[in-house]
């Protein structure tokens, strides 16, 4: 029996006791009340309503996110995936101090991560940028060398998988020397450990970076197993030395 059998034939289980939780904390620590609720709120409703799928983080991640980049005073994060800016809206809401530059390589996704930036009121400090992560880092890096942009203090790589590490070794050298990068869908429900399941490129991607990271002098990283209103899964944490 494989790992994947072992918990679920579908990993992005549902357990209602997960849900639960997230729902009774987040109802209490991020109520409706406060000011970003209901621009959050129209994000998910807008990207459903226009076809976008319901892979966005879910608002307990989206809150601890934002919350690291105000620990750590973050000037500059970029996020891998823009999706309905579900993310982006959270990073910048809850830090009004921060530039965010977001890519995303679908138009569609695009156009409608850019409706909800600036129904958010968010969109002035949101730069979301259309197209293929592998060929708008490069151009991101160049105008954080020269200046034009803060180095990175946060970065969230939540795009094709099978490019994690190689997403991941293009950002380090844009980041500021303590700054975290989370790489998502790490754990995929016990995928991770699976050999059965190699050939999927989210499990194998998770595994290159991981090992890659375990071997790689510029950082420090380990893996956060989750679980939540959407499924069993985990982030790998990277910290930049």
């Excluded at 997960?18 to 904390?25: C, E, L, M, N, S």
């Excluded at 959050?40 to 980049?69: E, M």
């Excluded at 070794?169 to 995929?188: L, W």
Aim: aromatic share 8%.
């Amino acid at each position: 029996m494989s790992v994947k059998d072992i918990f679920t034939s579908d990993w992005h289980i549902q357990h209602p006791v997960w849900t639960a939780v997230d729902a009774y904390t987040i109802s209490n620590l991020h109520p409706p009340s406060q000011p970003n609720s209901a621009a959050l709120v129209y994000a998910l409703k807008n990207s459903r309503d226009q076809g976008l799928p319901d892979i966005a983080s879910y608002p307990v991640i989206g809150k601890f996110f934002a919350l690291q980049c105000r620990a750590l005073r973050v000037k500059h994060a970029l996020e891998l995936g823009t999706l309905g800016g579900y993310t982006s809206i959270w990073l910048a809401s809850e830090n009004p101090g921060l530039q965010v530059t977001t890519i995303e390589v679908n138009p569609h996704y695009r156009d409608v991560a850019q409706q909800n930036l600036e129904h958010a009121g968010v969109a002035d400090r949101v730069d979301s940028r259309l197209g293929a992560g592998l060929d708008v880092l490069p151009v991101l890096g160049k105008e954080i060398a020269a200046g034009e942009k803060p180095r990175l203090g946060f970065v969230y790589i939540d795009a094709d998988k099978k490019n994690n590490w190689n997403y991941l070794d293009q950002v380090i050298p844009m980041c500021d020397s303590g700054a975290v990068i989370f790489v998502d869908n790490i754990v995929a429900g016990g995928g991770l450990v699976d050999d059965a399941q190699l050939g999927d490129p989210m499990v194998s991607g998770a595994r290159e970076v991981v090992e890659n990271v375990g071997k790689d002098d510029r950082v420090e990283g380990m893996v956060l197993q989750t679980v939540g209103e959407k499924s069993y899964d985990g982030v790998l944490m990277v910290v930049v030395n």
